[in-house]
């Protein structure tokens, strides 16, 4: 058997002796009672899951590998974007590529970025700009290319702003 737990941290809270910390317990008694059928997969980010870790001596001493897994790189999140689109029957107009690269680039210095799950929130973003955007449009000038293609009007980058603390004020928008 195989249990996987992503996000296993979100099993905790601030207080000891929780449903979350009993449910721990009952995790680690199934990993002993069952080590030789069972694995037990504990996934998140590794700030949070060295708290979650230590919160059970006996967990951490039941888990054999520790794998970290990087964040994918900006070339690589414009790859996913392009197997998305793909899957999808859209396309990126080539005006638009510089500035969801520009977009990926912003993302990926945010804390507990969300790599795949931010490259789908993106595109999700831009399919509802594109709607908007042909919905307000002449019926008429509508085709079925311009149905499946994405400008860089469809990346707004309001959508995409964090609010970041730099020299103690808050500033809203990219930061670099």
């Given at each position: 058997?195989?249990?996987?737990?992503?996000?296993a941290?979100?099993?905790?809270?601030?207080r000891?002796?929780?449903?979350?910390?009993?449910?721990?317990?009952?995790?680690?008694?199934e990993?002993?009672?069952?080590?030789?059928?069972?694995?037990?997969?504990?996934?998140?980010?590794?700030?949070?899951?060295?708290?979650?870790?230590?919160?059970?001596p006996?967990?951490?001493?039941?888990?054999?590998?520790?794998?970290?897994?990087?964040?994918?790189?900006?070339?690589?999140?414009?790859?996913?974007?392009r197997?998305?689109?793909?899957?999808?029957?859209?396309?990126?107009?080539t005006?638009?590529?510089?500035?969801?690269?520009?977009?990926?680039?912003s993302?990926?210095?945010?804390?507990?970025?969300?790599?795949?799950?931010?490259?789908?929130?993106?595109?999700?973003k831009?399919?509802?700009k594109?709607?908007?955007r042909?919905?307000?449009?002449?019926?008429?000038?509508?085709?079925?290319?311009n149905?499946n293609?994405?400008?860089?009007?469809?990346?707004?980058?309001r959508?995409?702003?964090?609010?970041?603390?730099?020299?103690?004020?808050?500033?809203?928008?990219?930061?670099?």
């Amino acid at each position: 058997s195989v249990l996987f737990i992503d996000e296993a941290y979100a099993l905790l809270d601030d207080r000891t002796g929780s449903f979350g910390d009993e449910a721990i317990n009952t995790i680690v008694q199934e990993m002993e009672n069952a080590r030789e059928d069972t694995i037990v997969i504990f996934a998140g980010y590794p700030k949070e899951m060295e708290y979650f870790l230590s919160r059970n001596p006996g967990l951490n001493s039941r888990i054999a590998y520790h794998i970290n897994f990087p964040d994918y790189n900006e070339e690589e999140l414009f790859e996913i974007v392009r197997l998305m689109l793909q899957e999808q029957n859209l396309k990126l107009y080539t005006a638009a590529v510089p500035r969801v690269k520009s977009i990926i680039a912003s993302g990926c210095r945010q804390e507990n970025f969300g790599n795949g799950r931010y490259i789908r929130n993106v595109l999700d973003k831009a399919k509802i700009k594109q709607a908007s955007r042909l919905v307000a449009s002449d019926p008429s000038i509508i085709t079925d290319e311009n149905i499946n293609i994405l400008t860089i009007d469809d990346f707004d980058y309001r959508s995409y702003q964090t609010i970041t603390l730099v020299n103690n004020q808050n500033v809203i928008g990219f930061y670099k």
